[in-house]
């Protein structure tokens, strides 16, 4: 990760799930430390943009904190399907 000054506590690292930097680190210090946990635990990089505007953020916060910044697992796009087509109606 380039160099960066720490993120205030205040500042929203995941827009799209309104998570800020402080909420990240409590999730830290209870032990969520690694991406994945984080994930789960904070809801960051779940949103519509699946991560694309906050993994930078939080992985600078987990490096912060001496954990390893790792990539998350890549899951398959899906599509959605109408329930409709589930019970046999036609679509």
């Given at each position: 990760l380039?160099?960066?000054p720490s993120i205030p506590d205040d500042t929203i690292v995941c827009?799209?799930?309104d998570v800020?930097?402080?909420e990240i680190r409590q999730a830290i210090a209870a032990g969520f430390d690694n991406i994945e946990h984080l994930?789960?635990?904070t809801g960051a990089a779940t949103g519509p943009c699946q991560g694309k505007l906050c993994h930078c953020l939080v992985m600078q916060c987990l490096d912060d904190a001496g954990c390893?910044?790792?990539i998350p697992t890549?899951?398959?796009l899906a599509r959605p399907?109408?329930?409709a087509t589930f019970a046999?109606?036609?679509s």
């Amino acid at each position: 990760l380039p160099l960066a000054p720490s993120i205030p506590d205040d500042t929203i690292v995941c827009p799209c799930e309104d998570v800020s930097a402080g909420e990240i680190r409590q999730a830290i210090a209870a032990g969520f430390d690694n991406i994945e946990h984080l994930k789960r635990r904070t809801g960051a990089a779940t949103g519509p943009c699946q991560g694309k505007l906050c993994h930078c953020l939080v992985m600078q916060c987990l490096d912060d904190a001496g954990c390893p910044a790792g990539i998350p697992t890549m899951r398959p796009l899906a599509r959605p399907v109408r329930l409709a087509t589930f019970a046999g109606e036609p679509s």
